[in-house]
């Protein structure tokens, strides 16, 4: 069975479930705004800068790992050769099927 609800209807609230309700809507706002604030002062913030020295830190990073793979170190030349081989393959298939 449903319950009706008319103007007749009375709704009751102790005073412990009220100051839950009110409590709970003040953490709710304070929340909220503190989150607001800390949004922007992130995007007041200046973004990070790379310095010239850190650009060429990873700059010679990179080259040494592509010289790495172009040489034959630890099999990892052997590695890239089996991969462009096996890739061959693969297009061939693709190609069949099409």
Same mark, same amino acid.
Do not use: C, H, W
């Given at each position: 069975? %449903?319950? /009706?609800?008319?103007?007749?209807?009375?709704?009751?609230?102790?005073?412990?479930?009220?100051?839950?309700?009110?409590?709970?809507?003040?953490?709710? %706002?304070?929340?909220?705004?503190?989150?607001?604030?800390?949004?922007?002062? %992130?995007? /007041?913030?200046?973004?990070?800068?790379?310095?010239?020295?850190?650009?060429?830190?990873?700059?010679?990073?990179?080259?040494?790992?592509?010289?790495?793979?172009?040489?034959?170190?630890?099999?990892?030349?052997?590695?890239?050769?089996?991969?462009?081989?096996?890739?061959?393959?693969? /297009?061939?298939?693709?190609?069949?099927?099409?």
């Amino acid at each position: 069975m %449903a319950t /009706e609800v008319s103007e007749n209807t009375k709704f009751t609230l102790d005073l412990k479930t009220i100051s839950l309700i009110v409590g709970f809507s003040v953490s709710l %706002a304070t929340t909220y705004f503190s989150l607001k604030s800390d949004i922007a002062l %992130a995007m /007041e913030k200046p973004e990070p800068v790379i310095t010239q020295q850190e650009y060429q830190y990873k700059d010679e990073i990179v080259r040494q790992t592509i010289m790495l793979t172009q040489q034959d170190v630890d099999g990892i030349k052997d590695d890239v050769q089996e991969i462009k081989e096996s890739l061959k393959v693969l /297009e061939e298939r693709l190609y069949e099927i099409n």
